[in-house]
């Protein structure tokens, strides 16, 4: 009797530990490369990708900062690809050059999700953000609807080679070209932070003093009034940014202290993207294109706006 117990125990305890999951079950990879975390805009993106992942149990994430280094992202891309995630996302600095980077990775069958900014062509999995043509048609209706007389109007964009900005300026200009109330008397190039609008627009002010400067986010519309307020000019234009990040330094909070006359909503879709990868790696139908809501925020529905942050 003893000599078949033995052996038989032990296939008891073989058996049980072939049950037990296995320690190396990582559930489902998800790897995040993002242009840069220089500003609240894209920190909040990564929070609230990092909340939504939290609420999947099986869901890893990992996030790889490109510092707006197109190379650094390249290279990103090139290694989630290589580790073999399970779903990629992606919010590119530059339309072009990472293009190649985003369809190898489809061709390795990886799905990938673009979140903000677009690549040339259609070779991903699905977009998600918003209609940045949209927002600047609303900064452009915006202004025409406040214009009792014909006004001037100046545009600083963000950096021109990134699709947001392309698209925003593509949206303001055909809304405004197609009014006589309103003339675009300059547009200055930024790069989406405070420093490269400050010389140009100093510079322009010297000459001309317009009635409203719309800038392509919140913080580059922040630089605009501190530059304004060295003039004693805050008074004098009305500043319509966009973002409307709830907070202290964000455009909500500036809509309140009146520096800004307008900020335009512009959501990050973090949450909005996690949901994407976890449908997807489910194998759920998921639309190509996934556009997400905006408002423009003023005195009129700032607190409003304010109260459903708060909540």
Not at 74 to 94: C, H, M, R, T, Y
Not at 140 to 168: C, F, H, M, W
Not at 235 to 264: C, F, M, R, W
Request: charge should be negative; glycine fraction near 6%.
């Amino acid at each position: 009797m003893k000599n078949w117990r033995v052996p038989y125990f032990l296939l008891l305890i073989l058996l049980c530990l072939s049950c037990t999951p296995s320690g190396n079950d990582k559930g489902m990879q998800v790897g995040f490369s993002q242009a840069m975390s220089s500003d609240n805009w894209r920190k909040e993106m990564e929070k609230s990708m990092q909340v939504q992942s939290s609420l999947y149990p099986d869901v890893q994430l990992e996030i790889k900062n490109a510092n707006n280094s197109v190379e650094r992202q390249i290279q990103q891309i090139n290694d989630f690809v290589e580790a073999g995630v399970d779903v990629l996302i992606v919010s590119p600095i530059k339309s072009k050059p990472v293009t190649t980077a985003i369809e190898n990775a489809t061709k390795a069958e990886i799905p990938t999700i673009i979140i903000d900014r677009n690549i040339d062509g259609t070779n991903y999995t699905t977009y998600i953000g918003a209609n940045n043509i949209d927002i600047g048609r609303d900064a452009a209706k915006y202004i025409l609807s406040g214009a009792k007389n014909p006004v001037t109007v100046v545009q600083i964009t963000g950096d021109i080679a990134s699709s947001p900005a392309k698209e925003r300026q593509l949206g303001f200009e055909s809304v405004l070209s197609d009014s006589p109330k309103a003339k675009l008397v300059a547009t200055i190039n930024g790069d989406w932070e405070k420093p490269s609008l400050i010389a140009p627009l100093e510079k322009l002010i010297d000459t001309v003093v317009p009635d409203y400067i719309f800038a392509h986010n919140d913080r580059m519309a922040m630089g605009v009034w501190e530059v304004l307020k060295q003039r004693d000019l805050q008074d004098s234009v009305d500043i319509i940014g966009v973002d409307g990040l709830y907070g202290p330094n964000g455009g909500i909070q500036y809509v309140k202290d009146e520096i800004l006359l307008a900020t335009i909503l512009y959501p990050t879709g973090g949450a909005e993207a996690i949901d994407l990868a976890v449908k997807i790696f489910n194998g759920e139908f998921v639309q190509k294109n996934n556009i997400l809501n905006t408002v423009v925020i003023d005195s009129v529905n700032v607190d409003l706006m304010q109260n459903q942050f708060n909540k």
